[in-house]
């Protein structure tokens, strides 16, 4: 047989590149010889994939997703993409990053289960399953439980997608796709004895193997909530707006069989509709519900759309093995005719004296760009603006110093020693910009009422965009202008004002975009009215005010340990003081907020619902955290945001970091509990215990009259 091993990482909380090519190495060691392997990769860094890719070579194939998709998804695309390239499999091979396969015959064993032909899925055991305990085994178990003959699924039970093997019926019969789709986080393995009773073969876990399972690798569902916001529960938790009370309540559904999440009673099967074998009686009416309820269709998601790329071609791999990153980009947006704008600049960078230094030339333009030393990336509408276009420039690049260019201006011969000079820098924010012309940087707008200067023609730290920026070399709310106002002004409220070299950058040819200067300039403002109520970062937005940060847990026999802070994932801001409250089942805090704290949220123990407000822009965002989830959560709550929580729980313990120090009720803003326009619903039925503070407090109407302009 034919086989297809597909092994998924995702880096969207941090890599595991040393565990990732251990895990690997051990599918290669397998005995099992006509297995093709591909990694399917979700948002690891373009270090990660590096090494990746010069450890194994063309011996695996090297699928990177830069954007954020379920586990399920990449996987799809994943066979999809390796069948255009080998052709049909006969099975396909779902490893999670968790998974080590030190039994070197696993995947022989596992294809002699499958040449019975009686089986169109089957499982590993592992040494920690949650899906388990219903059939009657044990969670954790490092010795096998299942021996001597394979366990066959019954209806409507299931383990975890850990280690599991796939029949191309499977993905014949389900539209070019193995796995269902469309769930968040939980509940794909509940679907999958329909899916093999649809098509009229069973799902065994295999026998006397059992695969180690390391829990705390990528995390599970890393980047998705365990819990609906909508409906705050785990199995009405899908994707595309689609809510599975559409399937529980159909009767066709549940005359012809279909069931989900019945180890959790949500919807068992209609024994009736199924033969004493297990085989379906109306297999094409479950499988075509099957198909309308678990799968994505093109209008919720087109798989031709997803991005698969390989690891960057930039990327300088030495004769001993070392990767290294180029020493400096130049990002070049053009949208203008290429012979006599970018190819004179372009032709400029390749004449600098670079003494020695690696460099590459990164365009970004509605069509290709050719020439030495350049990577072309093309948009695809020539009016997006230069600040999304230098932002993508970027992502696509690996300097270790970023150079921002325009396409009228050249650079003097010796413009690169300016990344000695920020090499040597004892500065926290390693930026420094060119002087332009001969002539010093115009200082701040007047209302600005700062003493520093536009940040023009600026060079960066790879180090400090990361650290510092948010990954942005222009804040992604500018069209085409005053981004470099924005970068001095920040700079200079930083305590490091933006400051120019002795290396000059000089006017190729005269001319000028002013299309997008009002709106530029508004947006400007506005984010220095912002800042004025309390710092905001670098790369600030009103769509990425509210932050959510997910952190696997460790479960053992003692209990569990986890992460809930982590220096690293919150930037810039800098917590002083933690509190934390305990409540009873009903009790309700909040809305409470300052127009100059960030406020770190979580939930140690028990289940709160959390909902947040922004007071200027009416918009609302409502979280469940729970304390016993298998996933833990945080919160990121900025200055003038509301937050209140409720307990769901018998009880629950609130923990909050603060950025400023807590002074007194009095210095915190507080609105009514129940405000008619922030409209929380909370759930009355279990109680409505608060406090004297938030029932006598006045309503959001007289805060915004207050406080917002």
């Given at each position: 047989?034919?086989i297809?091993t597909?092994?998924?990482t995702?880096?969207?909380?941090r890599?595991?590149?040393?565990?990732?090519?251990?895990?690997?190495?051990?599918?290669?060691?397998?005995?099992?010889?006509?297995?093709?392997?591909?990694?399917?990769?979700c948002?690891?860094?373009?270090?990660?994939?590096?090494?990746?890719?010069?450890?194994?070579?063309?011996?695996v194939d090297l699928y990177?997703?830069?954007?954020?998709?379920?586990?399920?998804?990449?996987?799809?695309?994943?066979?999809?993409?390796?069948?255009k390239?080998?052709?049909?499999?006969?099975?396909?091979?779902?490893?999670?990053?968790?998974?080590?396969?030190?039994?070197?015959?696993?995947?022989?064993?596992g294809?002699?289960?499958?040449?019975?032909?009686?089986?169109?899925?089957?499982?590993?055991?592992?040494?920690?399953?949650?899906?388990l305990?219903?059939?009657?085994?044990?969670?954790?178990?490092?010795?096998?439980?299942i021996?001597?003959?394979?366990?066959?699924?019954?209806?409507?039970?299931a383990?975890?997608?850990h280690?599991?093997?796939?029949?191309?019926?499977?993905?014949e019969?389900?539209?070019?796709?193995?796995?269902?789709?469309v769930?968040?986080?939980?509940c794909?393995?509940?679907?999958?004895?329909?899916?093999?009773a649809?098509?009229?073969?069973n799902?065994?876990?295999?026998?006397?193997?059992?695969?180690?399972?390391?829990k705390?690798?990528?995390?599970?569902?890393?980047?998705?909530s365990?819990?609906?916001?909508?409906?705050?529960?785990?199995?009405?938790?899908?994707?595309?707006?689609?809510?599975?009370?559409?399937f529980i309540?159909?009767?066709?559904?549940?005359?012809?069989?279909?069931?989900?999440e019945?180890?959790?009673?949500?919807?068992?099967?209609?024994?009736?509709?199924?033969?004493?074998?297990?085989?379906?009686?109306?297999?094409?009416?479950?499988?075509?519900l099957?198909v309308?309820y678990?799968?994505?269709?093109?209008?919720d998601?087109?798989?031709?759309?997803?991005?698969s790329?390989?690891?960057p071609e930039?990327?300088?791999?030495?004769?001993?093995?070392?990767i290294?990153?180029?020493d400096?980009?130049?990002?070049?947006?053009t949208?203008?005719?290429v012979?006599?704008?970018?190819?004179?600049?372009?032709?400029?960078?390749?004449?600098?004296h670079?003494?020695?230094?690696?460099?590459?030339?990164?365009?970004?333009?509605?069509?290709?760009?050719?020439?030495d030393?350049?990577l072309s990336?093309?948009?695809?509408?020539?009016?997006?603006?230069?600040?999304?276009?230098?932002?993508?420039?970027?992502?696509?690049?690996?300097?270790r110093?970023i150079?921002?260019?325009?396409?009228?201006?050249?650079?003097?011969?010796e413009?690169?020693?300016?990344?000695?000079?920020?090499?040597?820098?004892s500065?926290?924010y390693?930026v420094?910009?060119?002087?332009?012309?001969?002539?010093?940087?115009?200082?701040?707008?007047d209302?600005?009422?700062?003493?520093?200067?536009?940040?023009?023609?600026?060079?960066?730290?790879?180090?400090?965009?990361?650290t510092?920026?948010?990954?942005?070399?222009?804040?992604?709310?500018?069209?085409?202008?005053?981004?470099?106002?924005w970068?001095?002004?920040?700079?200079?409220?930083?305590?490091?004002?933006?400051?120019?070299?002795?290396?000059?950058?000089?006017t190729a040819?005269?001319?000028?975009?002013v299309?997008?200067d009002?709106?530029?300039?508004?947006?400007f403002?506005?984010?220095?009215?912002?800042?004025?109520l309390?710092?905001?970062?670098y790369?600030?937005?009103?769509?990425?005010?509210?932050?959510?940060?997910?952190?696997?847990?460790?479960f053992?026999?003692?209990g569990?340990?986890?992460?809930?802070?982590?220096?690293r994932?919150?930037?810039?801001?800098v917590?002083?003081?933690?509190?934390?409250?305990?409540?009873?089942?009903?009790?309700?805090?909040?809305?409470?907020?300052?127009?100059?704290?960030?406020?770190?949220?979580?939930?140690?123990?028990?289940?709160?619902?959390?909902?947040?407000?922004?007071?200027?822009?009416?918009e609302?965002q409502?979280?469940?955290?729970?304390?016993?989830?298998?996933?833990?959560q945080t919160?990121?709550?900025?200055?003038?945001?509301?937050?209140?929580?409720?307990?769901?729980?018998?009880?629950?313990?609130f923990?909050?970091?603060w950025?400023?120090?807590?002074?007194g009720?009095?210095?915190?803003?507080?609105?009514?509990?129940?405000?008619?326009?922030?409209?929380?619903?909370w759930?009355?039925e279990?109680?409505?215990?608060?406090?004297?503070?938030?029932?006598?407090a006045?309503?959001?109407?007289?805060?915004?009259?207050?406080?917002?302009?």
């Open positions: 047989m034919k297809l597909v092994y998924n995702c880096g969207i909380h890599d595991s590149t040393s565990w990732y090519i251990k895990c690997i190495n051990s599918i290669l060691d397998q005995d099992y010889n006509n297995n093709r392997v591909a990694i399917s990769s948002q690891n860094s373009p270090t990660c994939l590096a090494d990746l890719k010069q450890e194994f070579g063309d011996r990177h997703f830069p954007d954020r998709y379920i586990v399920n998804t990449t996987f799809n695309k994943t066979v999809q993409e390796c069948i390239k080998y052709g049909e499999f006969d099975a396909y091979l779902f490893l999670d990053s968790g998974i080590v396969m030190e039994e070197k015959s696993a995947i022989s064993k294809v002699e289960a499958l040449k019975t032909n009686l089986y169109s899925m089957v499982s590993f055991q592992t040494d920690t399953d949650t899906g305990q219903p059939l009657g085994f044990l969670q954790d178990s490092e010795v096998a439980q021996v001597d003959e394979d366990f066959v699924m019954p209806v409507g039970g383990c975890n997608l280690a599991q093997f796939f029949t191309h019926d499977i993905y019969s389900f539209n070019s796709k193995v796995v269902p789709d769930f968040a986080a939980y794909t393995e509940s679907t999958f004895s329909f899916i093999n649809s098509i009229k073969k799902w065994a876990i295999l026998k006397d193997i059992v695969l180690k399972h390391n705390n690798v990528d995390g599970a569902s890393a980047g998705y365990h819990v609906s916001n909508k409906f705050r529960n785990p199995w009405n938790n899908l994707l595309y707006d689609r809510n599975a009370t559409d309540n159909d009767p066709e559904a549940i005359e012809y069989g279909l069931g989900y019945e180890c959790g009673n949500v919807m068992l099967h209609n024994p009736d509709a199924y033969t004493k074998a297990g085989k379906a009686r109306h297999p094409k009416k479950l499988k075509d099957i309308k678990f799968y994505s269709c093109d209008s998601l087109n798989y031709d759309d997803i991005i790329n390989p690891i930039n990327y300088v791999v030495h004769e001993n093995g070392d290294t990153y180029k400096i980009s130049f990002l070049l947006p949208n203008r005719d012979q006599e704008y970018a190819s004179k600049v372009i032709d400029n960078i390749n004449h600098l670079f003494n020695g230094k690696s460099y590459e030339i990164i365009t970004v333009s509605p069509e290709e760009i050719k020439g030393n350049v990336l093309i948009e695809p509408s020539p009016n997006r603006g230069s600040a999304i276009a230098y932002n993508e420039a970027y992502e696509a690049s690996s300097g110093y150079v921002l260019c325009t396409d009228d201006h050249v650079f003097d011969k413009a690169p020693s300016i990344v000695g000079m920020l090499e040597n820098s500065k926290k390693k420094l910009c060119f002087r332009a012309n001969n002539a010093h940087a115009p200082n701040l707008p209302y600005t009422a700062s003493e520093g200067i536009v940040a023009r023609f600026p060079v960066f730290s790879k180090d400090t965009i990361e510092h920026l948010g990954g942005c070399v222009a804040n992604p709310q500018f069209i085409h202008h005053f981004s470099d106002n970068l001095g002004y920040w700079l200079a409220q930083e305590g490091e004002p933006a400051t120019e070299c002795d290396l000059y950058i000089r040819i005269s001319s000028s975009d299309g997008n009002e709106k530029d300039e508004e947006t403002k506005n984010l220095v009215n912002r800042y004025r309390g710092r905001i970062p790369n600030f937005s009103n769509e990425m005010d509210v932050s959510r940060f997910l952190y696997p847990k460790t053992e026999s003692r569990n340990q986890f992460t809930f802070y982590d220096d994932t919150h930037g810039d801001v917590f002083v003081q933690d509190k934390v409250s305990k409540s009873h089942q009903g009790v309700i805090r909040g809305f409470h907020g300052d127009n100059k704290t960030w406020k770190l949220i979580t939930c140690l123990h028990g289940t709160i619902r959390l909902i947040v407000y922004d007071i200027d822009s009416d609302k409502d979280y469940i955290l729970g304390g016993d989830d298998t996933t833990h919160v990121l709550v900025p200055p003038r945001f509301l937050n209140a929580h409720q307990c769901l729980s018998s009880t629950c313990i923990l909050y970091k950025s400023e120090y807590y002074e009720a009095q210095q915190q803003w507080s609105v009514h509990y129940n405000d008619t326009d922030i409209d929380p619903k759930n009355l279990i109680g409505g215990v608060v406090s004297q503070r938030d029932s006598g006045g309503s959001l109407h007289e805060l915004q009259k207050q406080v917002c302009k």
